[in-house]
């Protein structure tokens, strides 16, 4: 399906489907010494209406644990954006090891329908996952 959408004076003709449902790796480290989980999968699912320019998606599991975490869009021109609103971090148990989850988000370019996320983990933000293809410039909402 494809759609017209706004991004500024530029329109980008979006290749994203309303829903979906799909698994990202998380195989690279941008901050930390070591990963607090070694190539994360991790399952997310949005559902995003275009007309109203409103949507929801959620980190449903990690390596199959399920997490259900829900975040929210970040109005992103060009770009299908979220972010979680853990009100602080919180402790999960993925593959029998307690970790701290702390900020998660997922990017889906309207473009080309590509698809990235990174996690924050631990109390401190001391450890940060994402994709191969998470743009590092991103990397900076995770201090907000």
């Known amino acids: 399906m494809q759609q017209q959408t706004q ?7 979006n290749t994203v489907p309303s ?9 690279k480290l941008l901050k930390g010494t070591s990963p607090v989980i070694a ?22 599991s990690i390596d199959n644990c399920i997490v259900n975490i829900t975040l929210h869009p970040l109005g992103i021109a060009g770009y299908l954006d979220f972010m979680s ?5 919180t402790s999960y148990v ?7 989850l702390n900020r998660i988000i997922l990017d889906i370019n309207l473009a080309n329908n590509e698809r990235s996320a990174a996690i924050m983990f631990n109390n401190d933000g ?3 996952e994402a994709t191969d293809n998470f743009d590092a410039a991103s990397a900076s909402r995770f201090t907000k």
């Open 94 to 100: 993925i593959n029998g090891q307690r970790v701290v």
């Open 19 to 27: 829903s979906a449902t799909f698994t990202v790796t998380l195989s």
């Open 126 to 128: 001391s450890v940060l």
């Open 85 to 89: 609103d853990l009100q602080q971090p």
């Open 7 to 13: 991004n500024g004076s530029v329109t980008v003709e």
């Open 39 to 60: 190539n994360a999968k991790c399952e997310f699912t949005y559902i995003w209406d275009f007309t109203k320019n409103t949507g929801i998606a959620h980190l449903n």
